[in-house]
């Protein structure tokens, strides 16, 4: 049995195995755009670097990407759009 979470249009995306993996399901589904897959599974990527602390980052390029969320809305915006059956607007 499938777990759509409610989701009419979830279909089959399987478990994913890690959180860019779950973003690359949701890109390879079509819920997100190829370009927003690429640079969400870029932050995810980043936040492993910063939580598990595999390399010294700079906190000024961590404040800097702070400042810009505009994937973050993004990806909230296609989802939702996904979810909801509705179209993205541009």
Do not use: W
């Given at each position: 049995?499938?777990?759509?979470?409610?989701?009419?249009?979830?279909?089959?995306?399987?478990?994913?195995?890690?959180?860019?993996?779950?973003?690359?399901?949701?890109?390879?589904h079509?819920?997100?755009?190829?370009?927003?897959t690429?640079?969400?599974?870029?932050?995810?990527?980043?936040?492993?670097?910063?939580?598990?602390?595999?390399i010294?980052?700079?906190?000024?390029?961590?404040?800097?990407?702070l400042?810009?969320l505009?994937?973050?809305?993004?990806?909230?915006?296609?989802v939702?759009?996904?979810?909801?059956?509705?179209?993205?607007?541009?």
């Open positions: 049995m499938s777990r759509t979470y409610g989701c009419p249009n979830a279909g089959d995306l399987g478990p994913p195995a890690d959180n860019g993996d779950a973003v690359r399901l949701l890109g390879g079509g819920v997100l755009t190829t370009e927003l690429i640079s969400i599974r870029k932050a995810v990527g980043f936040r492993n670097v910063l939580v598990h602390d595999y010294e980052v700079d906190d000024s390029i961590v404040v800097d990407r400042k810009r505009g994937d973050l809305e993004e990806f909230v915006r296609q939702a759009a996904y979810v909801t059956g509705a179209q993205p607007e541009p």
